[in-house]
Structures are given as C-alpha cells and as structure tokens.
C-alpha cells in the first residue's frame, strides 16, 4: 500500500505547482501587459501631439478663422478639441464684426 504524503509535504507539493503554473502564466500576461501600455502611451501623445499643431495652426495669423480642428486626430483628446472648435464657432463673428471696423474706430471705442 502506498504510504500517505503527510501534510508538509502536500503544502510544499502544491506551494511548488501553483508558483510553476504562477511563472507560466506570467510569462505570457507581462510582455502583452507591457504592448498594451505602451499602445496606450503612443495613443494618446498622439492624441495630444495633434492637438497642439492644431492650436499651434490656429495661432498662426495666416491661417483664416474658418479653420477647425479635425477631433478626430485627437483620440481620447478628441472631446477637447471640439470643444475648442465650438469656442472659436462663438468667438468668430465678433472679431469678423471687429475686423470690419477701421482701427481709428476700434482705438477710440477702448476710451
């Protein structure tokens, strides 16, 4: 008949097979861990590497105030970016309106 492992023994067997299953499994689970993290990262810089030549496009004065930032460049940015898009919708008639004016008339209405 064959003898009974005792109980340090069945600790110690199962301890080993649960730490050789732990290390296989972690073999596996660290490098995709590691891809989607970095995915991740290059996301979103590129989201936001987007959005800072558009800001940087609008800035510039030869570009025309009709100019909008393509949001969907932006990934998960992409909410910020429209909601600059919308800020310049509200602000682009009044300095179209102010253009209108000759400078004399725009110096004298800030005294």
């Not at 800072?52 to 393509?70: C, F, H, K, M, N």
């Not at 910020?80 to 898009?85: I, K, S």
Request: net charge neutral; charged share 25%.
């Amino acid at each position: 008949m064959p003898a009974v492992p005792d109980e340090d023994a069945l600790r110690t067997l199962i301890s080993r097979e649960l730490e050789t299953i732990f290390y296989e499994k972690a073999e596996i689970a660290i490098p995709v861990l590691v891809f989607v993290a970095l995915t991740s990262v290059k996301r979103i810089t590129a989201g936001l590497n987007n959005l800072a030549e558009g800001v940087i496009r609008i800035a510039d004065p030869a570009t025309p105030l009709s100019y909008r930032l393509q949001a969907r460049d932006m990934n998960e940015l992409s909410a910020l970016g429209n909601g600059l898009n919308h800020f310049i919708n509200r602000i682009e008639p009044t300095v179209k309106g102010l253009m209108r004016y000759p400078t004399d008339r725009i110096t004298a209405l800030r005294c």
